[in-house]
């Protein structure tokens, strides 16, 4: 996707094959950096700290981060050192262990001379999969926002609804939630995408405006608040969200605020879609009572960052001095309140029969 007319890529190799460049999150939507991974360390403090974040592109730097380990160290206790690393930085995702798991199998017989060749090679085919992916996820989206646009009556754009950010920000390229829009104006269609603040992080004021902006695609920033009040005049044609972990029920996991979006589209009528890549479903759990959620630090909650009038970064206490805080990041949405779950395969019910549909060499999983 773009930034000043530009392509980009959230993360790639770079120095030649010794390094790996990501776009730092922290720093947007007010300074575009570029920022370097020589370690695995490095990988997953990115990872921890949210420079890098989103289901898909947390999967992707992992695994870049078992290949920086290589290029250190490539014995086996040197390995399984950087992946219990690496995994440990974010328990929600399950794009996560999916990845590092994709790497040790791909490793585990080749001697250890061999292993650093081959762990680029598998970490640049899981960037370009999850790029095809969620390309392919857009085209099966579109059709959702096509429709969505043959029920308007009296014409105008279609208004999508997201939570947090989706886009190509958080995965390798193009998105998962948002591929469907960018897909939508490529192909003419008016649309106008309702950008919820997405607080304590704030993602979607500073990541899904910034990338929407920058590709040219009209857009609001509400505040999370204000999704059922706009639900209820009309103004809201569906929903589309992403997912860190799919359960195997349907239920899904995602930004904390996610549920609330679900009950107020139920309660107005609006379809509510959620899409993911395969690396998303999570085969071993049940239903989404069974899916870790993280809880970060409460400073997330009590302090904001923004830019000063005369451009400085500050970052300031917005809360009461001396009040605690809690931070869950995630909740789950019952899979009864999905009107269906956007794959690159296709769109399917929320549902074990659903996902099984789609992916039916699971069913013995």
């Known amino acids: 996707m773009k930034i000043e007319g530009r392509s980009y890529r959230t993360i790639w190799p770079s120095c030649g094959g010794a390094a790996v460049d990501i776009i730092d999150q922290t720093r947007l939507p007010h300074e575009l950096v570029i920022a370097r991974l020589e370690t695995a360390e490095d990988a997953a403090r990115a990872i921890s700290t949210m420079q890098v974040r989103g289901a898909p592109l947390i999967g992707a730097t992992a695994a870049y981060g078992m290949w920086l380990a ?26 996560l262990r999916w990845a590092l798991e994709e790497m040790r199998a791909s490793l585990r017989n080749l001697a250890p001379e061999s292993r650093a060749g081959a762990a680029l090679a598998r970490a640049n085919a899981i960037a370009d999969e999850d790029a095809a992916t969620c390309e392919a996820i857009g085209g099966h989206g579109l059709e959702l926002i096509r429709e969505a646009a043959a029920r308007r009556k009296g014409g105008g754009p279609v208004n999508v609804l997201t939570h947090c950010n989706a886009g190509w920000l958080a995965a390798v390229d193009w998105g998962t939630a948002l591929a469907p829009v960018y897909k939508a104006f490529e192909a003419g269609i008016d649309i106008h995408v309702w950008v919820d603040e997405t607080r304590p992080r704030n993602q979607g004021a500073a990541l899904t405006a910034f990338e929407l902006g920058h590709h040219g695609v009209a857009h609001t920033v509400i505040a999370d608040n204000a999704g059922g009040h706009l639900m209820q005049r009309g103004e809201v044609d569906l929903v589309i969200v992403g997912t860190d972990r799919t359960a195997a029920n349907g239920d899904v996991a995602n930004k904390i605020g996610t549920y609330l979006k679900a009950l107020a589209a139920h309660d107005n009528g609006v379809p509510f879609y959620v899409a993911l890549p395969h690396a998303t479903i999570d085969w071993t759990i049940a239903s989404g009572a069974d899916i870790p959620i993280e809880e970060r630090g409460g400073e997330e909650v009590t302090h904001m960052r923004g830019r000063m009038a005369g451009g400085d970064m500050v970052e300031i206490e917005i809360s009461a001095p001396g009040s605690p805080a809690a931070n869950p990041a995630f909740d789950v949405t019952p899979a009864r309140l999905v009107s269906g779950l956007i794959t690159e395969r296709g769109v399917c019910a929320a549902s074990r029969e659903g996902l099984l549909s789609l992916y039916p060499e699971r069913a013995d999983g």
């Open 70 to 95: 290589c290029l250190a160290d490539s014995g086996d206790g040197a390995l399984d050192g950087a992946h219990d690393r690496l995994l440990a930085t974010r328990p929600t995702a399950i794009n």
